[in-house]
């Protein structure tokens, strides 16, 4: 069975730290602000548990608070957000979030749901033009592609 586990990078963490470390002074000049560290601890929290988890089957969403589990079936639709997360629009055109998914995790999530996304980047050729592509003909494209990516390296 496949699964891809959708996470916020872990070194997202070394900004829990660093936090931390700003906190110290101010957090021992009086009794009780101490009580300041509750704010890392929270970003780590925060960090540490969201994450979105693809089956074939299944998509669960887990927030700070909860989570949500949904079977491909109640899903209507995959909303493409400017910045920020993904959102799966259910059947009753309620959207949850899907954290830590982002768009050039589309090709990825189509593979795992088995095609219920649709991958962005295949592009489909028509038929009629594939039979009239002959092999000298596509190795000379993709000649074309190696010679165009060496000469965007320079």
């Known amino acids: 069975m496949k699964k891809l586990v959708f996470r916020i990078p872990a070194t997202a ?8 470390i700003c906190v110290t002074p101010v957090a021992w000049v009086a009794p009780g602000l101490q009580a300041l560290y509750v704010l890392p601890l929270g970003y780590a929290y925060w960090i540490l548990r969201n994450r979105t ?3 074939e089957d299944t998509l669960v ?7 949500t589990t949904l079977k491909w079936s109640e899903v209507k639709s995959i909303r493409l957000v400017r910045k920020g997360w ?13 954290p ?15 095609g219920r996304v ?12 594939a039979e009239d592509v002959t092999e000298d003909a ?17």
Request: hydrophobic fraction near 45%.
């Open 100 to 114: 830590a998914v982002r768009f050039m995790h589309l090709p990825a999530l189509s593979l795992v749901s088995g």
């Open 53 to 55: 988890t693809v089956t």
């Open 13 to 20: 963490l070394l900004a829990a730290g660093l936090i931390a």
């Open 61 to 67: 969403a887990r927030g700070v608070f909860g989570s």
């Open 138 to 154: 596509a190795d000379e494209v993709a000649e074309e592609v190696v010679e165009e990516s060496v000469q965007s390296e320079k």
């Open 86 to 98: 993904l959102k799966a629009v259910k059947e009753d055109d309620t959207e949850v979030t899907l």
């Open 118 to 129: 649709p991958d962005p980047t295949i592009k489909e050729v028509p038929e009629a033009v």
